[in-house]
């Protein structure tokens, strides 16, 4: 287990190693994805940004999601939704998720876009794996703006979207995946929420260590 969030970005940071000073581009997914980006970055001397994704949750129970949607309108979708879900339910939660997505763009990156991704490697970094929803749709966006590479990193997650990632993207970094894994809190022993004041924070220490703007 990691102690909180930064001892698992310093030790994702380890593994990746290979990608220093390789103009790499780390896309933190928020919140507590961004913390552990903002580590994985310091450590790798790597380009950070936030790239906003929103898990769509079924309207029953808000927390389990059927799929997620990127900034740039990229959905996924899990295919046991789309039979099971009216088209006019999924509609109305994709349209919540899209004003918050300009909310949190409006408040972690000021409005402003995404830097460019065409033709580098990309690290999309979150805390942890669950459904894998916001991953996929995140791989899809990047997929859309013609990344040269994808990897997929967390410090913790379960077997089997290890094996469904890495179907989609070049590489799936992993350091912890639990027996009988069910939630990503396992992975830490400290797992508090992150806001968006404790991402902004993070995104202008980067900026002050970089002496220019965060990439955004």
């Known amino acids: 287990m990691f102690k909180d969030r930064k001892e698992g970005g310093e030790k994702l940071a380890v593994v990746l190693q290979k990608y220093r000073n390789q103009n790499v581009l ?10 552990t980006a903002y580590y994985v970055a ?13 898990k769509l949750g079924y309207p029953f129970n808000p927390e389990a999601a059927f799929g997620a ?13 789309r039979t099971s879900l009216p088209p ?9 998720e ?19 991704i065409k033709g580098r490697t990309v690290i999309i970094v979150d805390d942890g794996i669950a459904t894998g929803a916001t991953l996929l749709a995140t791989i899809e966006l990047c997929k859309k703006q013609g990344a040269g590479k994808i990897v997929v990193a967390a410090p913790v997650g379960g077997e089997h979207m290890m094996r469904s990632l890495r179907k989609k993207v070049d590489e799936v970094v992993i350091i912890n995946i639990p027996h009988n894994y069910y939630a990503v809190s396992q992975g830490y022993y400290t797992f508090g929420n992150v806001d968006d004041d404790t991402v902004v924070h993070l995104l202008e220490k980067w900026e002050a260590e970089h002496n220019h703007p965060v990439l955004s």
């Open 26 to 35: 780390i896309l933190g997914i928020p919140r507590g994805g961004v913390e």
């Open 42 to 54: 310091r450590d790798l001397d790597a380009d950070l940004a936030v790239v906003v994704t929103r």
């Open 69 to 81: 949607i990127a900034e740039d309108g990229s959905l996924y979708i899990f295919d046991e939704a």
């Open 88 to 96: 006019e339910i999924i509609q109305s939660v994709v349209d919540r």
């Open 98 to 116: 899209r004003k918050e997505i300009t909310r949190r763009i409006n408040k972690l990156r000021k409005g402003k876009p995404l830097p460019p």
